[in-house]
C-alpha cells in the first residue's frame, strides 16, 4: 500500500468520523427539548420504548448519545431499568440507519454533487446564527456533507486497493475467517468508538472489492458488539444504573452477535436469495445493510423473552451499600395478614429508620464543614423506606384487626414523618453551620457546646432498640434540654443587643439552635410512639410489661 493511498484512508475515515460528530452535535441541540421528551414519555410500553429508541438513534446517528441519556433518565427515577433496556433494543436498531444512508446515498449518487454544496450551506447557518436552533441545523448540514465526502473517499480508495488485495487466504467463509473479521470490526469500533466509522469501512471495502461480502457481514458483527465499548468505558466509577444499563447493551450484543455469526451462512443465502425471487437487481452494500438490519431484528426477537428475567437479574447486580440500606430488611407482604408478626415487622423496619435519623442528626451538629454527601444519601434512604412503609402499612389494612389495635397502623406513619423531619431538619444544620463563624465570646461558646452534648444524649437515649430504654428518661432529658434552650435563646439575644455578637450572628446562630431543637423535640417524640407499637400485642396474647 502507498503512503498516498494510506493517507487517503485515513483522511476519508476523519472525514467520516468529523461529519458524523458535526451531524449528531448539530441533530441533538436542534432537536433538544424534542428528543428528551419522546424518551420521557414514549416508554411506557416495552414496544414504544423499542420504537422511540430506533427513532432517536436514527435521527441523531450516534446509538451513544441515546444510552447516555437513557442513563440519565434511569438515573433520574424517570424511566426504570426495563424501559431502558427496551430503549436500548432500539438504539441496536435504529444505528442500521448508517448502513441504509451510505448505501442509499453514498453510491448511486454523484457525491460532490450535493455533499459540498452542503457543507458550504451548513456553514453559511452556522456562521449567520451560531447559537440558534438555525445554526444547530447548519452545523448539522455541514456535518452532513462532510459525512459523504469521507465515504466517497474511502469508496475510490478501496477500488484501487480491491485489485491488488487477496484475502481468502484469511480463512474465506470458514469460521476461523469470519472470526478473524469480526476482530477486525471489533478492533476498529473500539478504536474509533464508532460503530457507524467500523460499518461504513466494511461498506466501501465490499463495494470496492476488497473483502467479500461474508466477510463484511463478519466486519458488522464485530463492529455491533465492539459498540458496547463505549457504554463500557461510561460505566467505569458511574452509580449502578449506569453499571446495569451498560451490563444490559453488552448482554444484548453479545448474545446478538453469537448467534448471526453462528448462522451467518443462512442469513446470507436468505438475503441473497430475496431479490432473485423478487427479480431485482441488488448491490453488494444493500445486501450487507440489509444484514445489518435483519440480525439486529432478530436480536430483539431472540432477547425479548428473557427481558424480564435479565433486569431482575441486573436489578441484583452493581448493588452499593446505600440500595441495600435503602431495601426494607423486615417488611414482607406475605406476613401483612398475621397482625403479630405485622407489627414486630413494622417495627423492626421504624427502629432501622430511627438509627438513619439520628446518625444524620449527630452528623450534622458535628459537621462545620457544610452539608456532607453522606446526609444526603442517608435522606434519600430515609424517604425510600418510608414509601415501603406505607406500602406495607395499606397491606396490613386490608385484613382484619383487633378493634383494640386501630391505633397502632397511624402510630406508624406518624414515627415516619418524626424520622423524616430530623432527616430535613439535619440538612439545614449542618447549612446553618456551615455559614456561621467560629463564636469568640467563650461563655456563649460554652453553652452552645452543652446544649448541642444534651442533644446528642437524648439522641442516644432515644433508641428503642436499647435494652435500657426509657420513655420516662427520655421526657426528663428533653425537659432538660427545652429548658437549655430557652436560656441560651435568652443569652445570644442578650449578646446581640448589647453588641458582644453581631446581629448577623446572633440571629443565625439562634436558627441554629431552634433547628436542633426541632431534632430533639422529633426524636423524643418518634421514641415514644414507636414505644407504643413494640409493646402493641393482638388481642390474645400477653401485653408488654414496663
Known amino acids: 500500500m502507498h503512503i498516498a493511498t494510506l493517507g487517503n484512508l485515513i483522511g476519508g475515515i476523519g472525514l467520516f468520523l468529523l461529519g458524523m460528530q458535526l451531524m449528531t452535535d448539530g441533530l441533538k441541540i436542534a432537536a433538544g427539548q424534542t428528543l428528551r421528551n419522546i424518551l420521557e414519555r414514549s416508554t411506557r410500553t416495552p414496544f414504544r420504548g423499542i420504537l422511540s429508541g430506533a427513532f432517536i438513534t436514527s435521527l441523531v446517528q450516534s446509538s451513544g448519545a441515546v444510552t447516555v441519556a437513557t442513563i440519565g433518565f434511569v438515573n433520574a427515577g424517570l424511566m426504570d431499568l426495563r424501559q431502558a433496556i427496551t430503549v436500548i433494543y432500539g438504539s441496536n436498531i435504529g444505528t442500521t440507519m448508517t448502513g441504509w444512508l451510505v448505501t442509499l446515498v453514498g453510491f448511486d449518487f454523484e457525491i460532490n454533487l450535493f455533499a459540498l454544496p452542503l457543507v458550504g450551506l451548513g456553514m453559511l447557518l452556522r456562521l449567520g446564527r451560531s447559537h440558534s436552533r438555525q445554526g444547530a441545523i447548519g452545523e448539522a448540514l455541514a456535518g452532513f456533507g462532510i459525512f459523504f465526502v469521507g465515504i466517497d473517499l474511502m469508496r475510490s480508495t478501496f477500488a484501487g486497493l480491491g485489485s491488488g488485495i487477496d484475502f481468502t487466504s484469511l480463512g474465506g467463509d470458514s469460521l476461523l475467517g469470519r472470526l478473524f473479521f469480526l476482530a477486525v470490526g471489533f478492533a476498529l469500533t473500539v478504536a474509533m468508538q464508532s460503530s457507524s466509522a467500523s460499518l461504513a469501512i466494511a461498506l466501501t471495502a465490499t463495494a470496492g472489492g476488497l473483502i467479500p461480502i461474508a466477510s463484511a457481514a463478519s466486519v458488522v458483527i464485530g463492529a455491533n458488539i465492539g459498540s458496547t465499548s463505549t457504554a463500557a468505558l461510561s460505566a467505569i466509577g458511574a452509580t449502578p444504573n449506569a453499571k446495569r444499563v451498560a451490563a444490559g447493551h453488552v448482554l444484548f450484543n453479545l448474545a446478538t452477535g453469537l448467534v448471526a455469526l453462528l448462522i451467518l451462512p443462512l442469513i446470507l443465502r436468505g438475503l441473497l436469495l430475496l431479490p432473485q425471487a423478487l427479480h431485482q437487481k441488488t448491490s453488494a452494500t444493500a445486501i450487507l445493510a440489509l444484514f445489518h438490519t435483519v440480525f439486529n431484528i432478530l436480536g430483539v426477537c ?11 437479574r441486573l436489578q441484583k447486580m452493581f448493588r452499593s451499600h446505600e440500595e441495600d440500606e435503602a431495601r426494607p430488611l423486615y417488611l414482607d407482604k406475605n406476613i401483612a395478614a398475621t397482625p403479630s408478626l405485622a407489627f414486630h415487622a413494622l417495627a423492626k423496619e421504624l427502629e432501622r429508620m430511627g438509627g438513619i435519623a439520628r ?13 456532607s454527601p ?6 434519600q ?3 425510600r423506606l418510608e414509601m415501603e412503609v406505607g406500602n406495607f402499612i395499606n397491606l396490613v389494612r386490608r385484613g382484619t384487626l383487633p378493634e383494640a389495635l386501630d391505633h397502632v397502623l397511624p402510630n406508624g406513619l406518624r414515627v415516619t414523618s418524626y424520622f423524616r423531619e430530623i ?13 456561621g463563624h467560629r463564636m469568640d465570646n467563650a461563655e456563649l461558646a460554652a453553652e452552645v457546646s452543652l446544649y448541642k452534648q444534651k442533644v446528642v444524649r437524648l439522641l442516644n437515649l432515644a433508641d428503642v432498640e436499647r435494652e435500657e430504654y426509657r420513655e420516662e428518661e427520655c421526657a426528663a432529658l428533653f425537659a432538660e434540654t427545652e429548658e437549655l434552650y430557652r436560656h441560651l435563646k435568652a443569652s445570644l439575644l442578650k449578646a446581640g443587643t448589647k453588641g458582644v455578637l453581631p446581629v448577623a450572628q446572633m440571629v443565625l446562630q439562634i436558627d441554629l439552635m431552634s433547628d436542633i431543637r426541632r431534632i430533639a423535640d422529633q426524636s423524643e417524640k418518634g421514641a415514644r410512639y414507636l414505644a407504643t407499637l413494640t409493646s402493641a400485642r393482638p388481642e390474645g396474647e400477653e401485653e408488654k410489661k414496663d
Not at 374 to 379: E, G, I, N
Not at 423 to 435: F, G, H, N, T, W
Open 423 to 435: 432527616a430535613d431538619v439535619s440538612l439545614r444544620v449542618a447549612q446553618l453551620q456551615q455559614q
Open 302 to 312: 431472540l432477547m425479548w423473552p428473557f427481558t424480564r428475567a435479565m433486569v431482575r
Open 359 to 371: 446518625r444524620m442528626a449527630k452528623g450534622a451538629m458535628s459537621s462545620e464543614a457544610g452539608g
Open 374 to 379: 453522606q446526609l444526603a444519601t442517608d435522606r
Open 381 to 383: 434512604i430515609l424517604l
